[in-house]
Nanobody, 119 residues
Framework: QMQLVESGGGLVQAGGSLRLSCAAS????????MGWYRQPPGKQRELVAT???????NYADSVKGRFTISRDNAKNTVYLQMSSLKPEDTAVYYC?????????????WGQGTQVTVSS
């Protein structure tokens, strides 16, 4: 069973930067897509960014130009570099990894890491 462990969250002032990391461990056969979602206070979980195993990236409009997603396939790790942070970026950030199965995929989630941006 795959486990995902996130790190790098915290409190930062508006305009600052943070880098989130998410490492997959355990029994891993192969990982397709990886990415980040977030859940602001009182709102639903929303897509932030995803990256395929080949490196193709997709971003939510609200973070384009400010956030960069990357991954290290050898380490089964995905990163999210966040810059020019805004108070509206405050949320719990969750990473995911889509494990390739014999048939189909299984999505695994991290436990979440809090990011708080003060104005």
């Amino acid at each position: 069973q795959m486990q995902l462990v996130e790190s790098g969250g915290g409190l930062v002032q508006a305009g600052g930067s943070l880098r989130l990391s998410c490492a997959a461990s355990g029994r891993i056969f192969s990982i397709n897509g990886m990415g980040w979602y977030r859940q602001p206070p009182g709102k639903q979980r929303e897509l932030v960014a995803t990256i395929t195993s080949g490196g193709s990236r997709n971003y939510a409009d609200s973070v384009k130009g400010r956030f960069t997603i990357s991954r290290d396939n050898a380490k089964n790790t995905v990163y999210l570099q966040m810059s020019s942070l805004k108070p509206e970026d405050t949320a719990v950030y969750y990473c995911h990894a889509d494990e390739r199965l014999r048939i189909g995929e299984a999505r695994h989630w991290g436990q979440g890491t809090q990011v708080t941006v003060s104005s």
